[in-house]
């Protein structure tokens, strides 16, 4: 993420020294955040999820430590926050070994990537798929062998 108001190093911790940078994903700004707030039911749980631009964010800090693991994952969170919690879950489920077959896969793929604009999330989903293809934990079509792992 390119963001010329934001220093991954010099700005890190975001919510400390840059707490204007952080927001809900309904716009909401860290201030607004509290407790008291939520007991009163000014907010509500959709302005205590991550908004993608934060994710992003934390993943430049992770990159700028050197981290780059855990940058990938902050940036694919960032690409899901778009999705909803039923699609996360078919997607959840889709990648638990032995439940898809390597085409729905990349169906799944496909979709990340041109549908929902999750380009690093799609990769991540064929890398799995290759995985999966080599150690025999891929689901088989009715009337296919199935694999078997080296």
């Known amino acids: ?3 010329m108001e934001f220093d991954p190093v010099t700005d890190y911790p975001i919510g400390e020294r840059r707490p204007d940078l952080v927001r809900a994903p309904d716009g909401t700004p ?3 955040i509290t407790l008291d707030a939520a007991l009163a039911g000014d907010i509500d749980g959709a302005a205590l999820r991550a908004a993608p631009e934060t994710l ?3 993943a430049a800090v992770a990159l700028a430590a050197g981290s780059d693991p855990l940058a990938a994952n ?4 960032s690409e899901l926050t778009a999705l909803g919690d039923e699609t ?3 997607i959840y489920t889709a990648l638990r070994p032995r439940r898809s077959t390597a085409e729905e896969l990349g169906a ?3 979709r990340l990537e041109h549908d929902h604009d999750a ?3 799609a ?3 064929r890398e799995a798929a290759a995985v999966y293809a080599v150690r025999g934990l891929l689901r088989t079509a009715p009337g296919e062998r199935a694999s078997v792992a080296p």
């Open 74 to 77: 902050l940036v694919r969170a």
């Open 1 to 3: 993420m390119r963001d």
């Open 88 to 90: 996360i879950l078919e």
């Open 123 to 125: 990769a991540f989903v």
């Open 30 to 32: 860290l201030a607004d």
């Open 119 to 121: 380009p690093v999330t």
């Open 56 to 58: 992003a964010r934390q």
């Open 108 to 110: 799944w793929a496909d």
